[in-house]
Antibody, heavy 120, light 108 residues
Framework: QVQLQQSGPGLIKPSQTLSLTCAIS??????????WNWIRQSPSRGLEWLGR?????????EYAVSVKGRVTVKPDTSTNQFSLQLNSVTPEDTAVYYC??????????WGQGTPVTVSS | SYDLTQPPSVSVSPGQTATITCSGY??????VSWYQQKPGQPPLSVIY???MRPSGIPGRFSGSISGNTATLTISGTQVVDEADYYC???????????FGTGTKVTVL
């Protein structure tokens, strides 16, 4: 079965870059029928989709308007992982971050979640 | 873009029916999914494509949509159904996913 294992720091300083990685088992990041997403959740902003990547003959990338220009979602086919980079973080970026597979119809597999705090 | 508005809370007695609404401009132009989230866990889909149930989800969960309002119905609500529920849709105008504001279902 599909499993997503997240890794990355839980504490980061303002203005730095947040980097998280999601290791995929039971599926391939190059699966033509899936998309690989990052979603975060905080009390103030609720559930917020950040971006996704997917492969259909070539790689596609789509990002939320709220973080466009600061966010990158990147696949790594050599390690079967995908990553999130969020630049210039502020305390408003404090949240639980999830990597999530969308299997074509709904978000069907979620990582365990990484609580991230932005604080000096 | 558009916001998906849900009631903050719904209370229901065991065995009764819980109804959660989700309203959004042009919501009828896209598919709606519903997610259940219990404390300390990631969300779990209970309805997709407006009214389809993922494998393993009990039949007491059902979904519908009329105009720009989607509805999640839990018939014969059980104590284990106590959780936060979120609607979710694809916003074709901004090319991105949006989530509802969330509804806390209390079974008492």
């Amino acid at each position: 079965q599909v499993q997503l294992q997240q890794s990355g720091p839980g504490l980061i300083k303002p203005s730095q870059t947040l980097s998280l990685t999601c290791a995929i088992s039971g599926d391939s990041v190059s699966n033509n029928n899936a998309a690989w997403n990052w979603i975060r959740q905080s009390p103030s902003r609720g559930l917020e989709w950040l971006g996704r990547t997917y492969y259909k003959s070539k790689w596609y990338y789509e990002y939320a308007v709220s973080v466009k220009g600061r966010v990158t979602v990147k696949p790594d086919t050599s390690t079967n992982q995908f990553s999130l980079q969020l630049n210039s973080v502020t305390p408003e970026d404090t949240a639980v971050y999830y990597c999530v597979r969308h299997g074509g119809t709904y978000f069907d597999h979620w990582g365990q979640g990484t609580p991230v705090t932005v604080s000096s | 873009s558009y916001d998906l508005t849900q009631p903050p809370s719904v209370s229901v007695s065991p065995g009764q029916t819980a109804t959660i609404t989700c309203s959004g401009y042009k919501l009828g132009d896209t598919y709606v999914s519903w997610y259940q989230q219990k404390p300390g866990q990631p969300p779990l889909s209970v309805i997709y494509q407006n009214n389809m149930r993922p494998s393993g989800i009990p039949g007491r969960f059902s979904g519908s949509i009329s105009g720009n309002t989607a509805t999640l119905t839990i018939s014969g609500t059980q104590v284990v159904d106590e959780a936060d529920y979120y609607c979710q849709a694809w916003d074709i105008y901004i090319v991105g996913y949006v989530f509802g504001t969330g509804t806390k279902v209390t079974v008492l």
